[in-house]
């Protein structure tokens, strides 16, 4: 089997970063999966408008996939997707629902505070792809991409050397969503 230069160039790095893992204490590749609550902040506010909303629901399940690297104890770089789920309004005459979902990269911060207790932060971008439909008369959809700003704040707890409790808050910049979520974590 021959290799391009991109797919040898890559092998040789995850091999670097692998080496690498053996040498820095804590270091390694990690995976995890989370579920949780979503909240559209702006979503049911009708910025002054004379629209009478007969019912808005700005919350939603969510769940999300990561995965990462960590250099050593305190710092990782994090990639993730995070399906923010669906929101919906309506009035006497439509119905207005959106759901987005991200993909995300972020470098995390870790402070160790305890016997298996971690609180971690995390800032990076992400790029958020959303869709709005209008159910009415003429029903219609728009959608919208952004690359934004993803924050949030944490807390873990391992409770074997490879396995950890998660749990986290999470928020977007432009589109003004946030996440309440608890999951696990496994570290190779």
């Keep these: 089997m021959k290799l391009d230069r991109p797919a040898a160039f890559l092998l040789s790095f995850l091999f670097l970063l692998g080496s690498a893992a053996v040498r820095a204490q804590g270091a390694g590749f990690y995976l995890g999966a ?48 995070i399906d923010w789920g669906e929101v919906t309004a309506s009035t006497t ?10 993909y995300g990269l ?8 305890g016997q298996g207790f971690e609180l971690f932060g995390k800032l990076g971008f992400v ?10 008369a003429r029903s219609s959809s728009v959608d919208r991409d952004e690359t934004e700003f993803h924050y949030g ?4 707890y391992a409770f074997t050397r490879n396995w950890a409790l998660r749990g986290e808050w999470e928020n977007t910049d432009k589109l003004k969503v946030e996440l309440l979520s608890i999951g696990v974590e496994y570290r190779f």
């Design 34 to 81: 989370a579920l949780g609550q979503s909240t559209f902040k702006e979503w049911c506010d009708t910025g002054g408008s004379p629209i009478t909303l007969a019912s808005c629901e700005d919350t939603d399940t969510s769940w999300k996939l990561l995965g990462g690297y960590r250099f050593n104890r305190y710092v990782a770089a994090e990639a993730s997707y």
């Design 93 to 102: 005459s439509a119905r207005v629902s959106a759901d987005q979902h991200s």
């Design 106 to 113: 972020a470098a995390v911060g870790t402070l160790p505070v």
């Design 127 to 136: 790029h958020t792809e959303q869709q709005t439909r209008l159910n009415a």
């Design 153 to 156: 704040l944490g807390v873990k």
